[in-house]
């Protein structure tokens, strides 16, 4: 058994079984590590046709929570099996063939993995996500070079003022027209990790019509499983917009005042020779195209007119979550981008914060038209 890789919170064994065949076993760093276990469960819940598209669980070992660490045993997708995010940043297929995979993936996860759905869950899914964001807003203050800034109400980002997170949060808690703008129509499973990287393509079947993705990884660090769509077209949305891939690899740039309240000049260096792939944004024109246009699409998205609203949470929602597990150079990077979209979600809303008792009575909705 050798180490292959180690992730954050996880480590990637390399093992032969008894038929001397190659398997891979996934094992959480601590048994309090509960996104595993939940790993575990989602793989195991997958209806039987859906199977194909995801590791296969040969072997699972739950943990106990207390001392043991779950881990769970899966093939080894050898050499022939490549990510898709590989496939595109060094453009080894065409532009036409990154989108049929693009396509293959959300065809899976549209037809076959949002269609499973959990009415008795509903009922408090604005409230979770609100306790979430909340949890991510502490979890931030409570670093120090954050103190001061989360205290604050507003904040200038790029020319553009910015309500900052709690006054945004104590507006969600208090309007229900607001909560009620993140219920999404169905609670659907969800990825919840869905992003290229976490797609492995079959490099012989990159001419078939039907090319073989597997998606992997299911379960981020926020831990959710089920409920809204359009958290799964927000976290592909933000690798193939290059803005995850800016952030993680340091090609960004903020400068900080202070002068007359925080001010922020953030800037993407999504020009950047190695992110040439995404930076004239046509990959991600063409998703959005795709999901208005596909019929497989068309099921899920015309039942939920508000969907695309909500993606601007879940790019809020991730960015924030990660403030404090990234590298201290890029969590102010993750922070700005997570205000941003989190002000544009609050712009799509018919109320805003300054018109429910604020003091300050500028309008959200110039925010709509900021940019980085
Ligand atoms: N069963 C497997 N066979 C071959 N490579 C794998 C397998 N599982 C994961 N990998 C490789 O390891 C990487 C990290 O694994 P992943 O499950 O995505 O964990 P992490 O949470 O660290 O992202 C994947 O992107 C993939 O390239
Ligand atoms: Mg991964």
Same mark, same amino acid.
């Given at each position: 058994?050798?180490?292959?890789?180690?992730?954050?919170?996880?480590?990637?064994?390399?093992?032969?079984?008894?038929?001397?065949?190659?398997?891979?076993?996934?094992?959480?760093?601590?048994?309090?590590?509960?996104? +595993?276990?939940a790993?575990?469960v989602w793989?195991?819940e997958?209806?039987?046709?859906?199977?194909?598209?995801?590791?296969?669980?040969?072997?699972?070992?739950?943990?106990?929570?207390?001392?043991?660490?779950?881990?769970?045993?899966?093939?080894?997708?050898?050499?022939?099996?490549?990510?898709?995010?590989?496939?595109?940043? +060094?453009?080894?297929?065409?532009?036409?063939?990154?989108?049929?995979?693009?396509?293959?993936?959300?065809?899976?996860?549209?037809?076959?993995?949002f269609?499973t759905t959990y009415?008795m869950e509903a009922?408090?899914y604005?409230?979770q996500?609100?306790?979430?964001?909340?949890?991510?807003?502490?979890?931030?203050?409570?670093?120090?070079?954050?103190?001061?800034?989360?205290?604050?109400?507003?904040?200038?980002?790029?020319?553009?003022?910015?309500?900052? &997170?709690?006054?945004?949060?104590?507006?969600?808690?208090?309007?229900?027209?607001?909560?009620?703008? +993140?219920?999404p129509?169905a609670m659907r499973k969800v990825h919840g990790?869905?992003?290229?990287?976490?797609?492995?393509?079959?490099?012989?079947?990159?001419?078939?019509?039907?090319?073989?993705?597997?998606?992997?990884?299911?379960v981020?660090?926020?831990g959710l499983t089920r409920g809204d769509f359009?958290m799964?077209?927000?976290?592909?949305?933000?690798?193939?917009?290059?803005?995850?891939?800016?952030?993680?690899?340091?090609?960004?740039?903020?400068?900080?005042?202070?002068?007359?309240?925080?001010?922020?000049?953030?800037?993407?260096?999504?020009?950047?020779?190695?992110?040439?792939?995404?930076?004239?944004?046509?990959?991600?024109?063409?998703?959005?195209?795709? +999901?208005?246009?596909?019929?497989?699409?068309?099921?899920?998205?015309?039942?939920?007119?508000?969907?695309?609203?909500? &993606?601007?949470?879940?790019?809020?929602?991730?960015?924030?979550?990660?403030?404090?597990? &990234?590298?201290?150079?890029?969590?102010?990077?993750?922070?700005?981008?997570?205000?941003?979209?989190?002000?544009?979600?609050?712009?799509?809303?018919?109320?805003?914060?300054?018109?429910?008792?604020?003091?300050?009575?500028?309008?959200?909705?110039?925010?709509?038209?900021?940019?980085?």
């Amino acid at each position: 058994m050798h180490l292959l890789r180690e992730g954050f919170h996880e480590k990637l064994f390399l093992l032969t079984d008894e038929q001397d065949r190659l398997i891979v076993r996934k094992q959480a760093k601590s048994a309090q590590q509960g996104t +595993l276990a939940a790993e575990i469960v989602w793989l195991e819940e997958l209806p039987a046709t859906m199977r194909q598209y995801f590791p296969r669980v040969l072997h699972a070992n739950r943990g106990d929570g207390d001392t043991h660490a779950p881990s769970y045993d899966m093939p080894y997708f050898d050499k022939e099996w490549v990510p898709l995010s590989e496939l595109i940043l +060094l453009e080894t297929c065409s532009r036409t063939v990154g989108q049929k995979l693009i396509a293959q993936v959300m065809r899976v996860m549209f037809s076959g993995i949002f269609p499973t759905t959990y009415p008795m869950e509903a009922a408090s899914y604005p409230e979770q996500m609100i306790r979430l964001l909340e949890r991510c807003a502490q979890q931030i203050t409570a670093m120090p070079v954050f103190a001061p800034l989360m205290r604050t109400g507003k904040l200038s980002l790029n020319g553009v003022k910015q309500w900052n &997170v709690f006054p945004l949060l104590e507006f969600l808690k208090s309007k229900g027209e607001a909560r009620e703008a +993140l219920r999404p129509a169905a609670m659907r499973k969800v990825h919840g990790d869905l992003y290229p990287e976490n797609v492995l393509v079959y490099l012989p079947s990159l001419r078939w019509r039907t090319p073989r993705v597997m998606l992997i990884d299911p379960v981020a660090a926020i831990g959710l499983t089920r409920g809204d769509f359009a958290m799964d077209v927000a976290k592909f949305r933000s690798w193939l917009s290059a803005e995850l891939l800016a952030l993680r690899l340091g090609f960004f740039s903020i400068e900080t005042q202070w002068d007359n309240g925080p001010a922020f000049e953030l800037s993407l260096h999504t020009d950047e020779p190695q992110l040439s792939a995404l930076s004239d944004g046509k990959v991600l024109q063409e998703f959005s195209g795709l +999901l208005a246009t596909a019929p497989w699409a068309r099921a899920v998205c015309d039942a939920d007119p508000n969907w695309w609203a909500r &993606v601007s949470f879940y790019e809020s929602l991730y960015a924030l979550s990660m403030v404090p597990l &990234v590298p201290a150079w890029q969590s102010m990077g993750r922070f700005l981008v997570g205000v941003h979209h989190l002000n544009n979600f609050v712009a799509t809303l018919n109320v805003s914060p300054s018109s429910t008792g604020h003091q300050e009575a500028e309008h959200l909705r110039t925010v709509q038209s900021s940019n980085y």
